[in-house]
């Protein structure tokens, strides 16, 4: 691109980071770009970062759409102007600021707790690295306001972020979201009040820790079955994160003494350097700990992303051999383990319910249907299971919920996923299955066997900078401009338009109202139960397919051939999108 053919709104923005309100440096490379890189000037500054599903997150460099000391400023500065507005009553606003392991993330922590300190905000910073369910838990357990995390959770070494949460613990939701951007959007540079007073920084750490993970503890469902099985080869990594020290804690707590580790792994690195990307959904990450499994015939895997909000899991199957499981299949052993020890341990008074995503596998409500339980489907976003809990916190209780991106919680003291609660539970569970005789594969066969295979696979289509953005806008338009009447040969007999709020029977044409926020997301269910979800990420510059098939399943040895022909199911209605 031609510097001639940058827009004048992309070059006044970039300009006012000319100004002595810019350190040197910025000022240096923001005139570099000006007069040599038209297209990265473009890419900084044509847009400012947004509060999407996961808050603000973005590439760290200098500009208006990248993560910096002054766009985290100017959040900060815009969420302190809100929160003052919105509790302008209490005799003090209190908040807890936390971070990952990633590159800049104590610096963008220090200067966020620096602002809010400047703006007469009582701040309780923790001491080093936490986890964000940690955040989570804090926030309500110090009666705080608000809450932020810096981290860009799972997304590649260039990335990183900042997750706003509210006084309930859970991340900011309409309206705050969109009020809290619309102060944002007033704040000059010149208006962040930096470096606050240091006596208004409460440093917090080991004494939180022990609280925090005495909680997970008290979530045990099956003591006797650890206390039989203590000695459980469990390998774990925290993939140069956060989790290094709590998951190991929280294991402990419950009474595991086997826990392996992958020494490597265990020093927290920004550049997470044995990993080309640190997440667990992917069989890379998992690698070093799946060869120490193999080396020392481990029970199963464990491995967290850098803030320890999402874990994935490796298990042997019926031949030996470790196999990752989706986040969906994870999910669905958690869940079914809940339900079956709330019922056996006399839990289930009648007013119990789960959660899930849209997009998270039907499985978990089959499961929920089993019991009579209420499973209620919400937005992509963990705030949504979040806000759901709240909503029903004083008259009914939450068992537990989940998303298919390797994100799970139960109790209901933290409000966000939570790996460290969820490697518990997977520990206790594994030892759960183990008292019978059996893996946890074993278990998971035994739910197909009862429920159904259910097969699914998320497709990610990257389509990055302005231009991409503007062609995933173009593919949601015409998708909903002609919708799909059959996938894959089969008929659609339902269709739903979240950003109309409106589902529609394509059968009879009737249609009816969706209770839940608008969110620009397509769901197609087939004649034979095939359900298809379209959206945009909300926080990666990616359009997503979600794909989910489901058959009955005979007997376990029928299971190579059900898995087959669901992927080649899977497979053909890819190929129509």
């Not at 900060?76 to 990633?102: M, W």
């Amino acid at each position: 691109m031609d510097s001639k053919n940058i827009s004048q709104e992309i070059k006044q923005k970039a300009s006012a980071w000319l100004t002595g309100k810019f350190d040197e440096a910025t000022r240096r490379e923001v005139q570099d770009m000006l007069d040599n890189r038209p297209d990265e000037l473009t890419e900084c500054f044509y847009k400012d970062l947004e509060f999407g599903t996961g808050g603000l997150r973005g590439i760290m460099g200098v500009g208006t759409n990248r993560m910096n000391v002054y766009t985290v400023g100017m959040a900060t500065q815009g969420l302190c102007n809100y929160l003052k507005k919105n509790f302008a009553g209490l005799p003090e606003i209190k908040v807890a600021v936390g971070h990952d392991s990633r590159n800049n993330s104590r610096l963008f922590a220090e200067t966020t707790a620096g602002i809010f300190a400047a703006n007469g905000i009582r701040v309780y910073l923790f001491d080093a690295l936490r986890p964000t369910p940690e955040l989570s838990f804090a926030i309500r357990h110090l009666g705080c306001q608000s809450g932020v995390v810096v981290t860009a959770s799972h997304n590649p070494k260039e990335y990183n972020g900042y997750k706003a949460y509210w006084d309930d613990g859970a991340q900011v939701i309409p309206p705050h979201d969109k009020n809290i951007i619309a102060e944002v959007g007033r704040v000059t540079v010149d208006q962040v009040k930096f470096n606050g007073p240091q006596e208004l920084i409460t440093i917090i750490g080991s004494e939180l820790d022990e609280v925090y993970t005495d909680r997970i503890k008290a979530l045990s469902l099956s003591p006797e079955a650890i206390a039989r099985h203590k000695d459980l080869k469990i390998v774990y990594t925290p993939i140069h994160g956060t989790g290094v020290k709590l998951v190991p804690m929280a294991l402990k707590k419950l009474g595991f003494e086997n826990i392996i580790h992958i020494p490597e792994q265990d020093i927290s690195d920004g550049n997470f350097p044995t990993v080309v990307s640190p997440n667990p959904e992917e069989p890379a990450a998992l690698s070093l700990a799946v060869a120490k499994a193999e080396a020392c015939d481990a029970d199963v895997v464990f491995g967290t992303d850098p803030d320890a909000d999402r874990i994935g899991l490796a298990v042997k199957d019926d031949r030996g051999k470790w196999i990752l499981l989706s986040g969906n299949q994870s999910a669905t052993l958690l869940i079914y383990y809940l339900v079956r020890r709330w019922k056996e341990t006399g839990r289930l008074k009648g007013h119990e319910y789960l959660v899930k995503t849209i997009v998270t596998t039907e499985l978990i409500r089959a499961i929920a249907q089993s019991e009579n339980i209420p499973c209620y489907d919400v937005l992509t976003g963990f705030k949504w299971i979040a806000d759901t809990i709240a909503r029903h916190e004083a008259t009914d209780r939450f068992i537990g919920g989940g998303e298919e991106s390797y994100g799970y919680l139960c109790g209901e003291f933290v409000r966000d996923k939570d790996a460290v609660m969820s490697g518990a539970m997977f520990a206790e569970l594994t030892a759960w299955a183990k008292d019978q005789g059996k893996t946890l594969y074993d278990i998971l066969m035994d739910i197909y066997v009862r429920f159904g295979v259910y097969k699914a696979k998320g497709i990610s289509v990257v389509k990055k900078g302005k231009s991409g953005a503007e062609e995933i806008e173009r593919m949601m338009s015409g998708y909903r401009a002609k919708p799909f009447e059959s996938i894959a040969g089969h008929r659609v007999v339902q269709r739903t338009d979240y950003l109309l709020s409106q589902s529609t029977d394509c059968l009879t044409g009737a249609t009816s109202t969706v209770n839940l926020p608008k969110s620009n997301v397509l769901q197609y269910v087939t004649e034979d139960g095939a359900k298809v979800t379209i959206r945009p990420s909300g926080t990666e510059p990616k359009i997503k397919f979600y794909i989910e098939v489901h058959a009955d399943l005979p007997g376990r040895a029928d299971f190579s051939r059900i898995d087959k022909q669901l992927s080649d199911e899977i497979d053909r209605i890819a190929a129509s999108f």
